[in-house]
Antibody, heavy 120, light 106 residues
Framework: QVVLTQSGAVLMKPGSSVKVSCKAS????????VSWLRQAPGRGLEWIGS????????EYGPRFKGRVAITADGSTNAAYMEIGSLRSEDSAMYYC?????????????WGQGTLVTVSS | DIQMTQSPSSLSASIGDRVTITCRAS??????LNWYQQTPGKAPKLLIY???HLFGGVPSRFTGSGSGTEFTLTINSLQPEDFGSYFC?????????FGQGTKLEI
């Protein structure tokens, strides 16, 4: 079964960019979509965007379009999310999950999460 | 966007109780509704997909039902490990959206 391992916690300055990685082991990522989600402290879950199976297309939530880029690499079996123009409201736990990009899909398993803190 | 509304937002219950959480969609989503459980400090885990299908390894005390715009998650005979937060999520649209969550406390 696939296990997703994310890169470590980061502290970023407002206005900067951050790239978070999600490495899969135990199975190939390319047969499934990969999604990124986030959760601000004490808040609910928010879908950021997904790359479809075989990494053919990406889709982003309206709040993130133009500021986020999701990529995936079959050769390294990893996915990446880069978010730019960071502001304090972007401070959250960011998760990758297998799934997404197609209707009727679900998210499972999830990575362990990457804490992104935006502060001057 | 499809808006998802959960109720209640928090719930207190005891070991052995039966609890029900409701999720309503702002439009018809057929049966494209998933439920997740999150315990403190952990990533969410899938419990139920497609409104009523139990994900592998999830105890049978969890059941889901509903279609269209109204859905329920029922937990029979609450166990200590069931306390945490529960989220519904629609996958009718690939602009996925979640309910705001229900915190289940002892």
């Amino acid at each position: 079964q696939v296990v997703l391992t994310q890169s470590g916690a980061v502290l970023m300055k407002p206005g900067s960019s951050v790239k978070v990685s999600c490495k899969a082991s135990g199975d190939s990522l390319s047969g499934f979509g990969v999604s990124w989600l986030r959760q601000a402290p004490g808040r609910g879950l928010e879908w950021i965007g997904s790359v479809t199976p075989k990494f053919t297309r990406t889709e982003y939530g309206p709040r993130f379009k133009g500021r986020v880029a999701i990529t995936a690499d079959g050769s390294t079996n990893a996915a990446y999310m880069e978010i730019g123009s960071l502001r304090s409201e972007d401070s959250a736990m960011y998760y990758c999950a297998r799934g997404g990009g197609i209707g009727g899909d679900w998210f499972e398993p999830w990575g362990q999460g990457t804490l992104v803190t935006v502060s001057s | 966007d499809i808006q998802m509304t959960q109720s209640p937002s928090s719930l207190s219950a005891s070991i052995g109780d039966r609890v029900t959480i409701t999720c309503r969609a702002s439009q018809n989503i057929d049966q494209f509704l998933n439920w997740y459980q999150q315990t403190p400090g952990k990533a969410p885990k899938l419990l139920i997909y497609g409104s009523s299908h139990l994900f592998g390894g999830v105890p049978s005390r969890f059941t889901g039902s509903g279609s269209g715009t109204e859905f329920t998650l029922t937990i029979n005979s609450l166990q200590p490990e069931d306390f945490g937060s529960y989220f519904c999520q629609q996958s009718y649209s690939t602009l996925y959206t979640f309910g705001q969550g229900t915190k289940l406390e002892i």
